[in-house]
């Protein structure tokens, strides 16, 4: 049997491993699935290379916006910004 992704989201912080002058260091993703799925998803989402790691952090009001004008489905990930 498959496992649900959930219905909450999962903020992830993407570093570039190659910081190449072209290409933001950071960037913030949210994730409508479980930590542990979110881990998988983002990085599969960023170019080769770069690692994952869960933030622990509430959304902005701003960015708790975004993910629900999106329509996001369970599973999928967005970028919210670059640093």
Do not use: C, H
Request: proline share 8%; net charge negative.
């Amino acid at each position: 049997m498959a496992e649900s992704f959930g219905s909450s989201f999962t903020i992830v912080e993407v570093t570039a491993d190659d910081l190449s002058p072209s290409e933001p260091k950071k960037q913030l993703w949210i994730a409508l699935a479980k930590p542990s799925q979110a881990l998988t998803l983002v990085p599969a989402a960023v170019p080769e290379g770069w690692t994952a790691e869960l933030v622990v952090q509430n959304l902005t009001e701003e960015q708790q916006r975004t993910p629900e004008g999106l329509n996001l489905k369970p599973g999928d990930v967005y970028r919210l910004t670059s640093k």
